[in-house]
């Protein structure tokens, strides 16, 4: 096996045993980045000094008996994630040459546990969009079939770990932006419970959404890279101040016992027959483990896509505020400061972003605030409610995650509202603030679709094991691309 197909778990093993070293698995990611992102374009800026650099520091640390589980790890970092003096685009024109003066937390705690960061992963722009293509320096490709999407909006950092080109990735989930990509590149993907991770230093869209999640090729790995980022942040006010459970101890493999709950709404009209097919024999699968399977309701689940795209391009207009060419980003020349306002933002923000901004200012505005924000919020306490009430009755939920699987480059982009029925199975998580976590379960024709598990709030151990379980029952994580 060549060295960038390993899992972490399997690099680490090889670093403690001294069969490879942190700068021949960095040299091999980065071969790997060479040979086939020209393809993918899954990467919008690589550091190959940095990393080789950490890279050697990172056997420094192993020969002296002070590694960790990611010391010597290859990772990349979606570029809506800030780092210091690299530059960060969020996959926009506006802060296309923009190097931040500061590290997120994430970044900051992964450099402390020794991993290495090969570079900026490709993303829609400010994280807005289910396919990737509204990246202003163009669409990430999905490893499995070119001329399909990787999903959104952290389709380059899904795309990346289903290629090799990194051994895991961290990326940003707003309303399905980490599960939808996972399951359409049949990789793992983890949206935390908000409040679980930190949100300091991750550039917002919308705050009270928001959160920042690991890409791995096996539960395993992406329970190791939860351990690493999660905890409390006092620079962050919505950082919980709870312990962070052991998420590796938690993979038992022991599922006996555990109620599962199938909301019946999440298999929705017009989801894909194969997709369906490979959720439900999941689902089943998880049973044969010795799993009660319960069918619940989530009543108000058919009103999460209009609350969701009424809150979240509401705190998009108030968060994008700050974007306008003055204090730092491009700024194009006018004839007055409103006129220089106006041509930067409206130039270089791209369509779904100017979108967005107008839905937000709208359905914030005089008149109109108490009609759709307001009524938004109060229904989504209602989706929160029917979570807190299936608690009651099971331990966790499975459902699909995508209603399709991965659809044509081009097949979407000219009507918004069928882009946004992507993420129908994901957006409720998010409202609620609870996890979820996507591992594969599958295909169909010919392509990847993943098991969505969805737990109670700050449970994300319960998750992981049942993932972990499901994962070792099958071989469906060990399937690759062939690039």
Not at 320 to 336: C, E, P, S, W
Not at 431 to 442: E, F, I, N, Q, T
Request: proline share 5%; glycine share 10%; charged share 20%.
């Amino acid at each position: 096996m060549a060295l960038h197909e390993l899992t972490i778990a399997e690099a680490r093993a090889q670093l403690d045993s001294g069969a490879t070293t942190a700068v021949a698995l960095t040299e091999a990611a980065l071969a790997r980045i060479a040979a086939v992102d020209s393809s993918l374009n899954a990467f919008l800026l690589t550091t190959p000094e940095l990393a080789l650099s950490q890279a050697q520091a990172a056997d420094q640390r192993i020969a002296a008996g002070q590694a960790g589980p990611l010391t010597g790890i290859p990772l990349g970092i979606k570029d809506v994630i800030v780092t210091k003096d690299i530059r960060t685009t969020c996959g926009s024109k506006i802060l296309e040459n923009w190097v931040p003066p500061y590290d997120a937390t994430v970044v900051t705690k992964l450099k402390d546990a020794g991993a290495v960061t090969l570079g900026k992963l490709n993303m829609d722009e400010f994280a807005m969009g289910s396919s990737n293509e509204n990246s202003a320096f163009g669409a990430t490709r999905n490893p499995w079939d070119l001329e399909r999407v990787p999903g959104g909006s952290s389709g380059g950092s899904a795309a990346a770990v289903a290629a090799g080109e990194a051994f895991g990735t961290l990326g940003t989930d707003t309303g399905g932006s980490i599960r939808q990509p996972a399951a359409l590149c049949g990789v793992v993907g983890i949206k935390p419970t908000y409040g679980r991770v930190s949100r300091y230093g991750l550039v917002a869209f919308a705050s009270s959404l928001d959160q920042c999640g690991p890409f791995a090729r096996t539960v395993a790995d992406a329970a190791m890279m939860l351990q690493t980022i999660a905890g409390h942040d006092p620079r962050d006010s919505t950082s919980a101040d709870l312990a962070v459970p052991d998420f590796s101890a938690a993979l038992t493999g022991d599922v006996r016992g555990l109620r599962v709950g199938v909301p019946r709404e999440y298999f929705v009209d017009g989801m894909e027959p194969g997709v369906e097919a490979a959720v439900r024999t999941a689902i089943a699968q998880l049973k044969d483990l010795g799993a009660q399977i319960v069918e619940v309701s989530l009543p108000h689940t058919k009103y999460a896509l209009p609350v969701y795209y009424i809150i979240a391009p509401a705190e998009c207009s108030t968060n994008l505020a700050r974007f306008d060419g003055v204090r730092y980003g491009v700024r194009l020349d006018g004839k007055g400061l409103f006129d220089e306002i106006e041509s930067t933002r409206g130039e270089l923000f791209g369509a779904e972003v100017r979108r967005r901004i107008m839905l937000g200012t709208y359905a914030l505005s005089s008149g109109y605030y108490d009609a759709y924000y307001r009524r938004a919020q109060q229904v989504r306490t209602l989706i929160r409610r029917d979570f807190q009430q299936v608690w009651g009755q099971v331990d966790l939920l499975a459902a699909p995650t995508s209603p399709t699987v991965a659809f044509k480059i081009g097949a979407k982009t000219d009507d918004p509202l069928a882009m946004y029925l992507s993420d129908v199975c994901t957006l409720p998580i998010n409202l609620a603030g609870v996890p979820g976590v996507v591992v594969p379960c599958g295909f169909s024709e010919g392509l990847p679709t993943g098991l969505q598990l969805i737990g109670q709030p700050f449970d994300e151990a319960t998750l992981l094991r049942v993932g972990h379980a499901y994962e070792q029952a099958n071989t469906w994580h060990t399937q690759r691309p062939a690039l």
